[in-house]
C-alpha cells in the first residue's frame, strides 16, 4: 500500500479547513486517524471487520449504529465507545453533529445499503458499503449521486483487491506474463443452511447465491482482464422444493465475453463450496485457490516452466485492514478509491443482465 507523505497529509488538512465545510463534515488534521462508525453489527462487522482497526494506520473505530440496543452496550464496552457515540437506526441522522466520525460504513442486509449510504451522505460522512452495492442498478445510481452531492467519497468493500495473492495475479496478468488473457474460469459458492436467514428473502438479499457469493467470480473476471463484458450467457438451476430456495437462485453459472476476445466461464451456487480462480493466457496462467476467503489463500502459476506453487510479494497489511485505510488515505489525500461506487454499479448492470439471460435463455448484449 502507498503511504502518505506528510506533505500531503497537510494539503489535505489545509485543503479540508478552508470555510464553507458542509455541516456535518470535519477537516482532517493531519496525523489524525480518520473514525468509521459501523453500522450493522451482525457477523461480518463483529467478527471479521472491527477487530482489524487494530492493525490500522489511518482507520479507528469511533462510533457503532444497530437495531439492538443489547449489541450496542456489548461492543461498546468491548471497543472503549461512549454512549454518546451509540446509535441507534432512529437516531442514526445525529452523527452529523459527531465530529469523531468521518465514514460510515454500511454492513447490513443488501437492500438496506441504499437507504443507510443516502442518510450518511445526507449527514455529511464519506460511505463505505459492503457488496454487493446494492439490489438493482438503479439503487447504485441513487447512491453515487447522494454521496456526489454530498461532495463525499463513495466505496465498495471489494476486499480482495487489498489482498495479496489477488494484487499478484492482477501484477502478472498486467505485466504480460501470461500473454493477453483467453480464460478466466472461476467457481464461487457454499452450501447455505437456515432457510429463514435474510440471504434467502429476496426483499432484503435482492436475489440468491449471485448477489451474494457469485458476485466474487464477476468481480474477479473484471478485475483479472481489466475489462468490462459485452455479452452475457447464463443457466440456473434451483430446486424451487428445497425450503432455502423459494424466493432466490441457487445455482446461476454464467459466461461473459469482454472486448479483447478474452472469456470467463463463472460459477456461482449456494449448494457447493467452491472459492477459487485461474486465469490464463498463450505464455501461461495463475490459480489461486481459495481466492478470495477471508484467509489461507494458495497460488500456482504455470509461466515457462513446469506449474509450481508461488508466493506472492507480501502486502505490509492484511486485506481488511488495507480496505479500511485505503478509505481513510483517499479522503485524506483527495483521491477516489479503486473501488468506488462506479465498480459497484458495473457489477449490478452486469448481474442485472445475467439475471435477464438466464431468464430468457438466449445472450443478452452490454
Ligand atoms: P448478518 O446477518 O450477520 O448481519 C446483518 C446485520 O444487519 C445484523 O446485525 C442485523 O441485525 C442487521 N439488520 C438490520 N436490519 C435488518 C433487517 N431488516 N433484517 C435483518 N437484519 C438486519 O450478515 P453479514 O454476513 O454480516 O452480511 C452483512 C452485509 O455484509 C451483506 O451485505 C453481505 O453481503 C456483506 N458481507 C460481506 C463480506 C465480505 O467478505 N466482504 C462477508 C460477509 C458479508
Redesign the pocket.
Known sequence: METISKRSLLAAGLAAGVAGLPRGAFAAQPGRKLGYAIL???????R?IMPRFAECEHSRLAALV???PE?LKTYGEQYGIPETHRYS?ETFDRIIDNPDVDIVYV???????RPFTERAARAGKHVMC???MANTVADCEAMIAACKKAGRKLMI???SRFQAHNIEAIKLVRDGALGPVRTVVTDHGFTIGDPK???LNRA?AGGGSL??IGIYSLNAARYLTGEEPVAVNAVESTDRSDPRFGEVEDIINFQLLFPSGATANCVSAYSVNCNRYRVSGPKGWVEIDPA?S?QGQAMRAQLGGPPAPREPAPQPKNQFSAQLDHLSECILTGREPIVGGDDGLKDLRVIEAIYRAAREGRTVKL
Open positions: 450493522g453489527l451482525g457477523y461480518y462487522a463483529t471479521i444497530s437495531g439492538t449489541k437506526y454492513i447490513t442486509p443488501n437492500s438496506l445499503h459492503e457488496k454487493p468493500g471489494y476486499r436467514q435474510w440471504r432484503l448477489m451474494d478470495t477471508y
